[in-house]
C-alpha cells in the first residue's frame, strides 16, 4: 500500500464493502424452500445463476411438459451472476481476438451465433417483461498507449472481414465522445454489447422460470451424484432428486465432475462503484451515449455508467488464491480497492473529489482458452459447461443451450464446433498451478509496461496455443 498516493485512500473514506446491484430497490422474488424429501423430475439443475436458468428456462420454452428442478447451494445469482458489471456481449469466445487465434475457421459461424444469441437475450427480457435495465449503447475498447492502437486496427480490419461494423476512432475523436486525457483512440463496437444489471437480470430470469412451472430449491448444497439403471440421483444433505438428466451449472464452484476440475481456476476481480455524479461533473467527462468501457491492455479496466450516473469501475487485478480456494473473505481487498481508485483518477483526474460508496469482489470460473466448454458425464445423462472467464453474462445463454443439445443428442450447427467438441488446455497440478499463473501474471504486467513486447515465456504459451493476455 506504501505505492499509493495517500490523498487517493480519501477517496475511499465512505466505500462500504457490498454489493451495489443488490443494495438498490430490490426486486428479488420470495426465498425457495431447501429441498427435503425426495423429487423426480426429468431434468435437474444444479446453480441458479445464469447458466441454470437459461438451461431452466429454455427447456421448459423447448417442452412446456418437461419437468426441471433448479438446485442451488446458496440463494439465486449469488456467485457470479448476480456480482460482474452487467456488460452482455455478443461474443461467445471472451473477444473476437481471442475466438480468432483458437477458432480461426469456425468464426464466421461463432460470430453468427454470438448475433443471434445477444438478439435472442433481448427478445427473452421483452417477452417476460424483465426490468433489467436492458441498454444496447455498445462498446468503446480505448487505447491509453500508442502501442495499443495497433491491436485495435488489426482488429478492426479483421472483424470488418467477418461482417461485423466497428470502426477505429482517433485520439480527438475519442476525447470529443469521453474527456480522458490518457485516451490514446478506441475501437467502436456499436451493437456488439448491451448493458444490463445484472441482479435483476437474475430476478427477471428466475420469474421467467417460475411462471413455467420450473421448481426451484435454495440453501441445498449438492453432496454427489449417483447413477441408476435408467437415470441419476442429485444428493443434498436432507433430500435428493432423481432425474432422468442432469446439468451442471456450478461455474466457479467445484464441480461435481472430478475430471474437469484440470481445467477450471478460480481467480478474483473487483469493482468500485461511486457516488452519483452532479450534472457539473457529468458535463466534465462527456459520455453522453453511455457506452460500455474497457481498455485495451492486456490487463485492462472496464467501466460504465450505471442508471443513476454512478461510475462502475472494476477489472486489472485478477487474484488467484493458492489451491484454487473459493472463500467469503476473498470477496474484499484494500489494496486492490486503493489501485483501482487511483486508475480511475488517472484516467478521470476531473473527478478528484468524487467518493466511491461500494466495493467488492467475486471469483471467475478461467480456463486456458478464456471462453466456456462442455463436457458429458455419466454415459451421456450428465452435461456441463465451465470457463467463461468474466463474459458470461451473454455467452451463459449459449452455453444452456449447448448443454441441452448435447443431453438431448442434437447433431447440430452449435453441437459440430470444435469449440463444443474440444476442451482446453489443462493446468498443471499445484504448486506448479500457482507457479504457472503468478509466472503468467507477471509476464503479462511487463508487457503491457513494455509496448505489449511479449517475454520467452508469453512466447512459449502463445506457440502452445494458450495465447494468454489479461
Not at 231 to 242: A, C, D, F, L, R
Not at 297 to 314: A, P, S
Not at 328 to 352: C, G, I, S, V
Not at 413 to 421: A, G
Request: hydrophobic share 35%.
Amino acid at each position: 500500500m506504501a505505492t499509493i498516493d495517500p490523498s487517493i485512500l480519501k477517496h475511499l473514506s465512505q466505500m462500504q464493502p457490498e454489493l451495489y446491484w443488490l443494495d438498490q430497490d430490490p426486486l428479488e422474488p420470495l426465498p425457495h424452500p431447501t429441498l427435503i424429501g425426495d423429487v423426480t423430475s426429468d431434468l435437474c439443475i444444479v446453480g441458479a445463476g445464469y447458466t441454470g436458468l437459461w438451461t431452466a428456462l429454455l427447456a421448459k420454452e423447448a417442452n412446456p411438459e418437461r419437468e426441471v428442478v433448479v438446485v442451488e447451494q446458496r440463494e439465486t445469482g449469488a456467485g457470479a451472476s448476480g456480482r460482474n458489471g452487467g456488460f452482455c456481449s455478443y461474443s461467445l469466445t471472451h473477444g473476437f481476438m481471442n475466438g480468432y487465434g483458437r477458432f480461426k475457421d469456425e468464426m464466421a459461424v461463432i460470430e453468427k451465433l454470438g448475433r443471434e444469441n445477444l438478439d435472442a437475450i433481448e427478445a427473452t427480457i421483452k417477452k417476460y417483461g424483465i426490468e433489467c435495465d436492458f441498454e444496447w449503447n455498445g462498446e468503446l475498447r480505448v487505447a491509453v498507449e500508442d502501442w495499443q492502437m495497433k491491436g485495435l486496427e488489426e482488429e478492426a480490419n479483421l472483424r470488418n472481414s467477418f461482417g461485423d461494423n466497428v470502426e477505429l476512432l482517433s485520439q480527438q475523436q475519442i476525447q470529443s465522445r469521453i474527456k480522458s486525457p490518457i485516451y490514446k483512440g478506441a475501437l467502436w463496437d456499436p451493437d456488439g454489447t448491451a448493458l444490463v444489471d445484472p441482479a435483476r437480470l437474475v430476478w427477471g430470469l428466475e420469474r421467467a422460470c417460475i411462471s413455467l412451472g420450473v421448481k426451484i430449491f435454495e440453501n441445498s448444497h449438492v453432496d454427489r451424484l449417483e447413477r441408476t439403471k435408467n437415470g441419476m440421483i442429485v444428493h443434498t444433505p436432507y433430500g435428493s432428486v432423481y432425474a432422468t438428466k442432469v446439468a451442471l451449472a456450478t461455474n466457479v464452484f467445484k464441480s461435481l465432475i472430478k475430471r474437469a476440475h484440470k481445467y477450471v481456476v478460480p481467480v478474483y476481480d473487483f469493482q468500485l462503484v461511486t457516488e452519483p455524479l452532479s450534472a457539473e461533473q457529468l458535463e466534465s467527462i462527456g459520455w453522453d451515449e453511455r457506452e460500455g468501457l474497457s481498455d485495451a491492455g492486456n490487463q485492462f479496466h472496464y467501466y460504465r455508467m450505471t442508471k443513476d450516473n454512478e461510475i462502475l469501475w472494476g477489472g486489472y487485478d485478477a487474484i488467484y488464491n493458492f489451491r484454487g480456494k473459493v472463500r467469503q473473505e476473498y470477496e474484499t481487498d484494500a489494496e486492490t480497492y486503493a489501485h483501482l481508485a487511483e486508475a480511475f483518477l488517472e484516467t478521470f483526474p476531473q473527478l478528484r473529489g468524487i467518493k466511491f460508496t461500494h466495493g467488492w469482489g467475486g471469483a471467475i470460473d478461467t480456463c486456458s482458452r478464456f471462453s466456456p466448454f462442455w463436457g458429458m458425464a455419466y454415459r451421456g445423462r450428465v452435461a456441463y459447461v465451465l470457463g467463461y472467464t468474466g463474459l458470461g453474462v451473454g455467452s451463459t445463454r449459449f452455453g444452456a443451450q449447448v448443454m441441452l443439445d448435447l443431453l438431448d443428442g442434437k447433431d447440430n450447427e452449435r453441437t459440430r464446433l470444435k469449440m463444443v467438441r474440444k476442451k482446453p488446455m489443462p493446468f498443471p497440478p499445484e504448486p506448479l498451478r500457482f507457479i504457472f499463473i503468478r509466472l503468467t501474471q507477471w509476464s503479462i504486467n511487463q508487457a503491457d509496461k513494455h509496448q505489449g513486447k511479449r517475454n520467452l515465456w508469453l512466447k512459449l504459451l502463445d506457440s502452445l496455443g494458450l495465447g494468454f493476455d489479461s
